[in-house]
């Protein structure tokens, strides 16, 4: 069951005047999202993720492309479709003068929830991101990590079957950064909720997401698990070495080597596949005489996947 | 969307309006100095003036009617311009809600206020001039007032239309267009002293009619046949066109991508 099927959305922004300017922020973008997944849509600056998510959120009318989310069409039947999601994005900003719990409390009532059940929701809502201490403090006099947290709220008030986060940790210190994680993971663990999330933080993106979509230039580049998007890229593991002593130029020349770089004194072999070239490194340098003080296998970073693609 | 969804809508922008408008000083400002001192300047020259008692009441009419429109129609374009101010005009228009229902619920709000205000100058222009708001009787003027609310409400939905169409920059020329076309009503003179050009217009602004219709219980004759049908008609229409203007600019906003650029 998809959650989103998104066909070959374009977007161009026109703005300007009396001298236009034209940005193509989407140029053909297919997506699509089975229901309870966590999707991570990664990509440079300016590369359209906020763009997609708002259209996928009805905020923004697509130019091109059929656009389907929870089975709504998102421009024929728009309202319909907002009853059922929420977004977050980045820098959130609400009227500065109300309180945490009036702010929850307002956009309740927009979704429909009223009474007893509104006040119940709230105060959960409240406990849930933490924000007890904070409930009656005007919005203006909170900290950027808290104005996040109060978003975060706001955006689980209608019980949303989709949720879309545009960089939900921006500008977070990394622990309340990886209590926010803590939260998404938990909230589609619990209640199923499917979730789209653009993050510039790639561990944030490894750790959460079942699935990552690259995005470039308003094209989608490259789509998978992070597993499989580093196998796709073809970066191939790192062997790091330390050796005494330290250069040993053959290395390089080496079968299955692809490169070898010098950091920090340690030599840092990039090869095909480690399981296998480990053994006949080892054996090669044991026979030279020289000597391993220390041996380190890891696997490329999802950030040199995005500085790869990014190129 | 069910009967209680749309009523709990409406309330949740009176409401939010309403906590707004009490946290923050400047709007209470905002709401009673201006009018306070166009009453003060209006009825002092009046009196330098040495106009007629009858006189005196058509200029303090006017002047009345100008403050409590101007402050409901501030109230109705807060539905767009707080959000507006505080970069969070998208979370409104991502939840299933209408514009009726945030114009409504800022249109509630704003007659209140407006009606705090219209006391507030009623006792003042008793107190300092004699005037007597109450003589026509309280039908004319419950009529009078609802003729006030409607112009303001499509004034302020007219500036919230403006505001989404061409994004916070044209806050001020927004301002200065629809106050321009209040100040033709006949505020301060009855539309037969405008040049044939300007009558025109002043003659197709509901405004005008309530006028009318309330001075000529203070002796002037009434220079139109039916002037509060005249007035609630076009009220009707212009409110009509002012909702639908509003409609066709946020859904424009939301091709433009103006919609999230008002939100960063
Ligand atoms: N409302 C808008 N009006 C005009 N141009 C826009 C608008 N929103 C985005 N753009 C342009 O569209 C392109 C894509 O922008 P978008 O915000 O989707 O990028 P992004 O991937 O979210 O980038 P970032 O990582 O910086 O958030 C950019 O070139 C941007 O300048
Ligand atoms: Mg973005």
Redesign the interface.
Known sequence: MLAIDAQDVEKT???GWPRRRETAALRGVSLTVARGAIVGVLGPNGAGK??LL?IL?????PDRGRVTVLGHDVVREA??L??RL??V?G?P??????RVG?IIA??G????V?GNALRRRVDSLIELCELVPYRRI?YSDLSTGLKQRVALA?ALV?EPELLFLDEPTLGLDPDVAARVRTHIARLRREQGITIVLTTHYMREADELCDEIAFIKAGRILARGTSGELKRQIRLGEVIALKLDPARVPWLAESPGVLRCVEVDGWVECTVDEAENRLPELLRALHAKGIVIRNVQVREPELEEVFVELAK | MSWRNELLAVWAVTLRNALMGARNVFFFFELLFWPIVGVLSIGLMSRFLELTAAQASFVLVGTIALSVVNVCQLEVAYAVLLDVWSKSLKHQFLAPIGIRHLTLGSWIVGMVRSLAVFVLLAALGRWAFGFRVLQPGWLPLATFLLGCFLTAWVVGVAVCALITLFGNRAEAFAWASVNLVLVLAGIYYPISVLPDAIAVVARAVPLTYFLDAYRAHYGFESEFRAPIATGLALSALYAALAHWAFLAAIQRARRTGLLLKMSE
């Open positions: 922004f026109r703005s906020t763009t708002s959120a009805t905020l923004l009318t309202g319909a907002r009853r929420n977004m994005s820098r900003s609400f009227l500065w003068s109300l009036e307002f956009y009532r927009l979704y429909g009223s005007p706001k209608n």
